[in-house]
């Protein structure tokens, strides 16, 4: 096992993961990452009907556990609930209730609609201070800025013994629900250049370039975007719930990781208003009085937090860094990565 500082601190800049297993950023300390299912293991599916025939098979494999539901204002976890009766659901909730008002207000109604117990999950600054050391341990890396607060909501259900939560994360990936990043055929420089979550080198003192991972899905001067996406944002994206409820020791399961479609997704459909055209078609069977709603990422008031944060002060990063070019969840990276240094660099 290899001991690299500054690629383990560009690799989780550029891509929010250390992406070679073989690589920590400290002896006697092991990152963790999903492992994929295989797709040999997965249900083929190709219409709405079939997803929701594989949804109530795995539901139906659930049987005795007490279960709770992860439940936002997306369609993803509003399919789920219709399947759960009765069962707990944990909301975010954030600045009193201010943040993101309309997504409290769909969940409520989901909730309600299929009779759901829902639990809000109030999530403070001091909440995120609290519980980050936590969950930087148990993954051996900084975190996503989700992780304090699904490791809470963790925590929260299996006080109310919930034995196993229900999660929709992979729904985004599976189904074509990343519209922006589908949006075109990219050139291989765009889209390593709009896919980097944070540039290494605009940041760090010492910075290791990480095209080489880019590299592996160059198709001339274009690049196999979807099988990156597969590859590579399906292990960032998972790995964070992995660690979260890991660290509070509460089994979950995502019933959409377990399928695949059959036939190959449909861009033009993606690219004109239609992304995750089967789910949005299953939530209309499961919800057919209101109108599907947009696609709205896991609230964290990210900006908030970080409206008067100066920037990083360590020596690995580079001084007197211009925090208004930075968005909120570049700047929750830094300061992430900041704060594991200070816990973690022997001798500082």
């Given amino acids: 096992m ?25 002896e006697g300390m092991e990152h963790k990452n999903i492992k994929p299912i295989p797709d040999a293991e997965k249900t083929l599916v190709k219409t709405a009907a079939e997803i929701d025939s594989a949804i109530q098979n795995t539901f139906a494999g659930l049987q005795g556990e007490k279960l709770g539901i992860m439940l936002s204002g997306g369609m993803d976890s509003a399919i789920l609930a219709s399947y759960m009766r009765g069962a707990d659901a944990y909301t975010f ?17 989901y909730a309600k609609y299929y009779g759901l117990t829902l639990h809000y999950v109030d999530i403070s600054w001091d909440d995120v201070v609290k519980y980050l050391p936590v969950v930087m341990k148990s993954k051996g890396a900084p975190v996503h800025s989700i992780e304090p ?22 729904s985004d990936l599976i189904f074509g629900g990343m519209d922006q990043l589908l949006a075109k055929d990219w050139d291989f420089d765009e889209f390593v250049k709009r896919y980097t979550f944070t ?16 590299e592996r899905y160059r198709q001339g001067d274009k690049i196999d975007f979807l ?9 960032e994206s998972s790995s964070s719930y992995l660690n979260a409820f890991g660290c509070a020791g509460m089994p979950y399961v995502d019933p959409y990781a377990t399928l695949k ?27 057919p009085e209101i109108p599907v709603p947009n696609k709205v990422p896991m609230p964290r008031p990210v900006d908030a937090y970080f409206a008067g944060w100066a920037g990083p002060t360590r020596k690995e990063f580079l001084p007197n860094l211009d925090m208004s070019k930075f968005t909120g969840n570049q700047k929750w990276q830094m300061w992430c990565l900041q704060e594991f240094f200070n816990k973690y660099d022997v001798g500082e």
Avoid at 5 to 19: D, G, H, P, T, V
Avoid at 200 to 209: F, G, N, R
């Fill in 2 to 26: 290899a001991i690299d500082k500054n690629f383990c601190a560009s690799s989780y800049l550029a891509f929010r993961y250390i992406e070679r297993d073989d690589v920590n950023f400290y």
């Fill in 93 to 109: 909730r954030f600045l009193d209730g201010d943040f993101q008002k309309e997504e409290l207000a769909r969940a409520e109604y």
């Fill in 149 to 170: 607060q699904i490791y809470k909501a963790a925590i929260m259900a299996k006080s109310d013994g919930i034995t196993k939560m229900v999660v929709g994360e992979s």
């Fill in 199 to 214: 540039e290494p080198a605009s940041v760090l003192k010492e910075p290791v370039d990480m095209s080489y991972l880019f």
């Fill in 227 to 235: 099988k990156f996406m597969d590859d590579v944002f399906s292990i």
């Fill in 261 to 287: 479609m059959a036939e190959p997704l449909d861009l033009y459909r993606v690219r004109h208003g239609e992304p995750k055209y089967l789910i949005r078609e299953l939530f209309s069977m499961k919800y």
